[in-house]
T-cell receptor
Framework: GQQLNQSPQSMFIQEGEDVSMNCTSS?????WLWYKQDPGEGPVLLIA?????ELTSNGRLTAQFGITRKDSFLNISASIPSDVGIYFC????????????FGSGTQLTVLP | DAGVIQSPRHEVTEMGQEVTLRCKPI?????LFWYRQTMMRGLELLIY????????DSGMPEDRFSAKMPNASFSTLKIQPSEPRDSAVYFC???????????????FGAGSRLTVL
């Protein structure tokens, strides 16, 4: 099956700093999704990317769908304490959410 | 919309007991998924329903696990008998299948944290 490598596994940053995390795959995907999971909650969708090369922003978050369709990155600018959580990338090949592959997550800690 | 509703949020039980987890998907969504999350294995898809019919249960770990979706607004995941290695957070998620913007994107519930002693 498809495998996603998500890095880094964890990050400790100072409030106000920018953050970057990425996912790479050995296979191509048609859709890339980025989710955030707060402690004790389920993952919540942050950004969905549907086209190779697509760059999409959602507030302080920016994500890109790699041109090779095998990678994606997520940037968070000017981090704040509520950015703490686990960020998951997910790649989808077909037209069904059943064909979703999740990365292992990036645990983000923002220090005041 | 209230989102995907799961219950219970926390369950502590003893080995050998039956556990039933419940899920109410988002109204109008036609696909429902059960996931298990552990530190070691991350998010694992257990079973997927489309229009209330189980389509893919290849992720169900063993016969002790079963899932049902009697109607479009309710699903259960049952473990009988439970074992300590079943301790995990179980998520239900739903989506609307289609070829339009926003389709096929999962919305997760808050999860049910299961501890089997």
């Amino acid at each position: 099956g498809q495998q996603l490598n998500q890095s880094p596994q964890s990050m400790f940053i100072q409030e106000g700093e920018d953050v970057s995390m990425n996912c790479t795959s050995s296979s191509i995907f048609n859709t890339w999704l980025w989710y955030k999971q707060d402690p004790g909650e389920g993952p919540v969708l942050l950004i969905a990317l549907y086209k190779a090369g697509e760059l999409t922003s959602n507030g302080r978050l920016t994500a890109q769908f790699g041109i090779t369709r095998k990678d994606s990155f997520l940037n968070i600018s000017a981090s704040i304490p509520s950015d703490v959580g686990i960020y998951f990338c997910a790649g989808q090949l077909g037209g069904s959410a059943r064909q979703l592959t999740f990365g292992s997550g990036t645990q983000l800690t923002v220090l005041p | 919309d209230a989102g995907v509703i799961q219950s219970p949020r926390h369950e502590v039980t003893e080995m050998g007991q039956e556990v039933t987890l419940r899920c109410k998907p988002i109204s109008g969504h036609n696909s429902l998924f059960w996931y298990r999350q552990t530190m070691m294995r991350g998010l694992e898809l257990l079973i997927y329903f489309n229009n209330n019919v189980p389509i893919d249960d290849s992720g169900m770990p063993e016969d002790r696990f079963s899932a049902k979706m009697p109607n479009a607004s309710f699903s259960t995941l049952k473990i009988q008998p439970s074992e300590p290695r079943d301790s995990a957070v179980y998520f239900c998620a739903s989506s609307l299948t289609g070829r339009f913007s926003g389709a096929n994107v999962l919305t997760f519930g808050a999860g049910s944290r299961l501890t089997v002693l």
